[in-house]
Each structure stands twice: as C-alpha cells, then as structure tokens.
C-alpha cells in the first residue's frame, strides 16, 4: 500500500518561495509517476507538475518557469520546489501517484493521494 505524507506549506509573501516535499512509504517512489495537485476553494483540482521514474517531467501552466519539480532516491521522497509565488497560487497542495511511466494531467488517473498541505501566499 503506497503512502504519501506532504509537509512544507504554510503562509508566504507574494514574490517569496515555498519547497513542499512528498514522503513516499509502501514503494519506491523511482517506480512511480509522481505528481502535484492543487485545489483553490470553489475550483475544480488542477494540475502542478509530475516526474517519472527516468526524471523526465511535466508541468501545468501556472508552474511553468516558477516551480521545479524534483525527486530524490535516497530519501523516497518528492520535492515541488516554488518561487515567485503569486496570490492566485494559493490552494492545498496534494502530492498524488500512479503505476504508469506516462504522463496525465487528469487527476482520476493517480491512484494513490496524499492529505494536503495548504499554501497560502498573501499579497
């Protein structure tokens, strides 16, 4: 059974930086795409980035040039690195993963979730 625990959010500035991490237990995280999702009230959940098992990565719209997504082995652990953060930004981030090399930005396709961590960037 895969398990996912996300940590890192809190309150940041407009324009400052934020690092979550997903601590991956039950597998080895190298054997699945790993992902990031965010969900702001009143809106549907919306894809951040993904990597797989070769490093390769994805990134939705609002990530492009501003969050980096990374993974690291030895830990088992994933890492959505985000700067220049904007208020628009603000949402609980889910860490999510499923048995596939391939990428989807369809949130129905993760199988395993992590319980959210909530970022809140104030202007």
């Known amino acids: 059974q895969v398990q996912l625990v996300e940590s890192g959010g809190g309150l940041v500035q407009a324009g400052g930086s934020l690092r979550l991490s997903c601590a991956v237990s039950?597998?080895?995280?190298?054997?699945?795409?790993m992902g990031w999702f965010r969900q702001a009230p009143g809106k549907e959940r919306e894809f951040v980035a993904a990597i797989n098992w070769s490093g390769s990565t994805s990134y939705g719209d609002p990530a492009k040039g501003r969050f980096t997504i990374s993974r690291d082995g030895a830990k088992n652990t994933v890492a959505l690195q985000m700067n220049s953060l904007k208020p628009e930004d603000t949402a609980v981030y889910y860490c999510?993963?499923?048995?596939?090399?391939?990428?989807?930005?369809?949130?129905?396709?993760?199988?395993?979730w992590g319980q959210g961590t909530q970022v809140t960037v104030s202007s």
């Open positions: 999510a993963a499923r048995d596939s090399y391939f990428f989807t930005m369809d949130y129905a396709a993760y199988l395993y």
């Open positions: 039950g597998r080895t995280a190298t054997t699945l795409l």
